[in-house]
């Protein structure tokens, strides 16, 4: 949407584009087809959304969180995809974000990966995905 000129908010291009996402991801499941969602779910209610959509089509959900302890890294791969013409947040805006704490209670389990060495983080994340876990 920001891309195309259609908004210059990028609070509506985002609320948008997950609207998209989420009816794209419904209509996939509904089918059996299986889903990847990758994106920000830094809040309970945007978890809550995802959750939703899973129970919605009977499907099971795996969640995944992933940080990156080393903020300097963290704010050079952002510069980096911004300079390859990445039209996400900037660093700024990414420290500035609201984010909720995860709560198993509230948001459900889900695996913490840290995100710092890609090569290890990839294994643990595809042996996490392909146990079996409690619907």
């Known amino acids: 949407m920001l891309l195309e000129g259609l908004t210059e908010d990028s609070a509506e291009a985002g609320r948008v584009a997950y609207g998209i996402a989420r009816e794209v991801a419904a209509e996939n499941l509904g089918v059996g087809v299986p889903v990847v969602v990758d994106g920000v779910h830094a809040t309970h209610e945007r978890r809550a959304l995802w959750r939703g959509v899973a129970e919605a089509n009977q499907a099971h959900l795996v969640q995944l969180e992933m940080t990156l302890s080393d903020q300097e890294e963290h704010r050079l791969r952002v510069e980096y995809r911004q300079a390859n013409g990445y039209v996400g ?36 994340c595809l042996r996490y995905v392909a146990s079996p876990h409690p619907r």
């Open 89 to 124: 947040p900037t660093w700024e805006q990414i420290l500035e974000m609201e984010y909720d704490d995860w709560s198993d209670a509230v948001d459900g389990p889900r695996l913490l990966v840290d995100t710092s060495v890609v090569d290890v983080t990839l294994a643990h």
